[in-house]
C-alpha cells in the first residue's frame, strides 16, 4: 500500500482507521505515509503564500511550513504523553504519534483544497495585509478541524479504557490549548512566510511582541486604524 493509498483510507474510512491504530497495526507504515503526504501538501501551500515576496521566499515558505507543524507535535507530543501514562494510560507512543500526523494530514489535505482560492485573492489582490489575515483565517479554521479530529480519535481510544474516560479528558483539553499556543507562537517564531512588500528577502526576522497582537494590529491596519 503506497503512501497516497493510506492517506485515502485515513479520509474515507476513518472508523476503520482507528480500529487499526487501537489494535496497533501497521502504526510505523502509518507514521511514514502520512508524514509524507503531509509535508508535500504543507509545502505546496507553503509556496502560494510564500510567492507574494518572490523565488526565494517561496522556497523558503515550502520548507517552514511543513517544519511549522512538525516542530509543533514534536514539543508538544512528549508533555501529552507522559500525562497520561502518569494517568495510567497504556496507548504507546506510536499511537499518539500517528493520531497527531493524522490530524495535521488532515489540516494539509483541507489547506491543499483551499490553494486555489488563496491563489486566486494572492493574484487578484495585491494587499500583504489582507492577504495574511485570509491566510490567518484559513489557517485557523483548518487548524480547528484537526484539533477536533484529534480531540475525538483520543476519545475514541480512551473509551477502549474505561478508566481513562473521565479523568484524561481534562488533560487532553489542557494540552489542546497549550498545542494552539505554542503553534501560533512557533509560526511568529519562525516568520516570514509571506515577506513584507518592500522589503529584501530574510530567512527569519528578529523576535519581538507576539504572534496575537501583531493580528490585532494587522486588523485594524486593513481599516486605515494605526
Same mark, same amino acid.
Given at each position: ?9 485515513? =479520509? ?57 507543524? =512538525? ?156
Amino acid at each position: 500500500m503506497n503512501h497516497y493509498s493510506i492517506l485515502m483510507q485515513f =479520509l474515507r474510512e476513518r472508523s476503520t482507521f482507528l480500529e487499526d491504530i487501537s489494535n496497533r497495526k501497521r502504526i510505523e507504515q502509518k507514521i511514514f505515509a502520512l508524514l509524507v503526504c503531509s509535508s508535500i501538501f504543507f509545502a505546496i501551500y507553503g509556496a502560494i503564500i510564500g510567492s507574494f515576496h518572490g523565488g526565494l521566499q517561496m522556497f523558503s515558505s515550502a520548507i517552514k511550513l511543513p517544519s511549522l507543524y =512538525l516542530l509543533t507535535l514534536l514539543i508538544c507530543l512528549p508533555a501529552l504523553f507522559f500525562f497520561d501514562v502518569v494517568l495510567g494510560s497504556k496507548h504507546s507512543l506510536g499511537q499518539y504519534l500517528v493520531l497527531l500526523l493524522a490530524s495535521i494530514s488532515l489540516i494539509s489535505v483541507m489547506l491543499f483544497g483551499f490553494a486555489p482560492i488563496t491563489l486566486f485573492f494572492r493574484l487578484s489582490i495585491d494587499d500583504y495585509n489582507f492577504f495574511t489575515l485570509l491566510n490567518v483565517a484559513v489557517f485557523t479554521v483548518t487548524g480547528l478541524i484537526g484539533v477536533n479530529f484529534f480531540y475525538r480519535s483520543m476519545i475514541f481510544l480512551n473509551n477502549k479504557q474505561e478508566e481513562q474516560r473521565e479523568k484524561s479528558r481534562i488533560i487532553l483539553k489542557s494540552w489542546l490549548v497549550l498545542y494552539g499556543f505554542v503553534g501560533s507562537q512557533l509560526g511568529w517564531t519562525l516568520r516570514p512566510f509571506f515577506g513584507s512588500p518592500g522589503k529584501s528577502f530574510e530567512l527569519f526576522r528578529d523576535i519581538e511582541s507576539n504572534f496575537y497582537i501583531q493580528i490585532v494590529k494587522m486588523f485594524f491596519g486593513l481599516f486605515g486604524f494605526n
